[in-house]
């Protein structure tokens, strides 16, 4: 796992050399952890043993993780975890091989952090993990592995109540289609014409499962890009707006009120000074 590190924007992290790694939290070095940074890869993190006052920030919102607890991190996400008295496991997947586990992985884009993982799910999962890093470790037969890597997932999506979003095809395919090309489409036809479906057709599935247009759902994207690149600091307001293509700074500025409900310098201000 390497950092590319951009100056004026947030450090991505990247797979290198193999589209899977495994490795416990306590015997990994701190770069892992390094700061605040996104990834272009999924990571899942089991925590076995945590500490009460560690937190682990994803897309600035702090979250608190108990004992056997896991954390969900899709790419692009921006994510900051201090390295302390945490034990567990880190499993990251390239795009392309959760892909082929999960299919529709934007089902986790609805997860609910943390998942906990209860008493009868806990030792199927402990037990998959044991047959996953034995794999992993030993003979690193693929075939064995993605099938041992499936259930595991497959285990955490039922811990996570996720099972039942992964029928909605269409809905999951146009998550995937919003983050793939927000930046560059905002009309709803665009999307439309790519799942084949009307655009009337496809906003009132999206209105009956997330009681919000098409529309809102690209603003909403575009906002949360906005609030990580904000939050990180390193690029200006108007830099911010001409990356996210608005071509007026101005326009942007009032585009971000009217989403969150405060301007972007009273975002920043909250986010650096969270108690004011």
Same mark, same amino acid.
């Given at each position: 796992?390497?950092?590319?590190?951009?100056?004026?924007?947030?450090?991505?992290?990247?797979?290198?050399?193999? *589209?899977?790694?495994?490795?416990?939290?306590?015997?990994?070095?701190?770069?892992?952890?390094?700061?605040?940074?996104?990834?272009?890869?999924?990571?899942?993190?089991?925590?076995?043993?945590?500490?009460?006052?560690?937190?682990?920030?994803?897309?600035?919102?702090?979250?608190?993780?108990?004992?056997?607890?896991?954390?969900?991190?899709? *790419?692009?996400?921006?994510?900051?975890?201090?390295?302390?008295?945490?034990?567990?496991?880190?499993?990251?997947?390239?795009?392309?091989?959760?892909?082929?586990?999960?299919?529709?992985?934007?089902?986790? /884009?609805?997860?609910?952090?943390?998942?906990?993982?209860?008493?009868?799910?806990? /030792?199927?999962?402990?037990?998959?993990?044991?047959?996953?890093?034995?794999?992993?470790?030993?003979?690193?037969?693929?075939?064995? =592995?993605?099938?041992? =890597?499936?259930?595991?997932?497959?285990?955490?999506?039922?811990?996570?109540?996720?099972?039942?979003?992964?029928? /909605?095809?269409?809905?999951?395919?146009?998550?995937?289609?919003?983050?793939?090309?927000?930046?560059?489409?905002?009309?709803?036809?665009?999307?439309?014409?790519?799942?084949?479906?009307?655009?009337?057709?496809?906003?009132?599935?999206?209105?009956?499962?997330?009681?919000?247009?098409?529309?809102?759902?690209?603003?909403?994207?575009?906002?949360?890009?906005?609030?990580?690149?904000?939050?990180?600091?390193?690029?200006?307001?108007?830099?911010?707006?001409?990356?996210?293509?608005?071509?007026?700074?101005?326009?942007?500025?009032?585009?971000?009120?009217?989403?969150?409900?405060?301007?972007?310098?009273?975002?920043?201000?909250?986010?650096?000074?969270? /108690?004011?």
């Amino acid at each position: 796992m390497t950092g590319n590190r951009r100056q004026e924007s947030i450090p991505i992290h990247h797979l290198t050399n193999s *589209p899977f790694l495994a490795f416990t939290i306590e015997n990994t070095n701190d770069e892992t952890f390094d700061g605040l940074h996104r990834h272009d890869f999924f990571e899942l993190i089991w925590f076995t043993k945590t500490d009460i006052d560690e937190k682990v920030e994803i897309d600035f919102i702090p979250h608190q993780f108990n004992d056997n607890e896991i954390c969900i991190l899709m *790419p692009g996400q921006v994510f900051r975890m201090t390295k302390g008295g945490q034990q567990g496991y880190v499993l990251a997947f390239s795009k392309e091989l959760f892909h082929e586990l999960i299919g529709n992985y934007s089902i986790f /884009n609805q997860v609910n952090l943390p998942i906990r993982l209860g008493k009868n799910m806990l /030792n199927t999962i402990q037990t998959l993990l044991s047959l996953i890093l034995e794999e992993y470790n030993q003979q690193k037969r693929m075939l064995l =592995l993605k099938a041992y =890597l499936k259930a595991f997932l497959f285990h955490v999506m039922a811990s996570a109540d996720t099972l039942q979003e992964a029928g /909605n095809s269409k809905l999951n395919e146009l998550f995937q289609l919003i983050d793939r090309y927000y930046l560059q489409q905002r009309e709803t036809a665009f999307y439309a014409s790519h799942l084949n479906l009307s655009a009337k057709y496809l906003n009132s599935i999206v209105r009956k499962e997330r009681g919000v247009t098409i529309k809102e759902l690209i603003s909403q994207r575009l906002i949360l890009e906005a609030k990580r690149e904000i939050y990180f600091g390193k690029l200006t307001f108007k830099e911010i707006a001409f990356s996210l293509g608005f071509k007026d700074p101005a326009y942007f500025s009032r585009f971000f009120k009217v989403q969150t409900g405060m301007s972007a310098e009273q975002f920043k201000a909250s986010v650096q000074h969270p /108690n004011l």
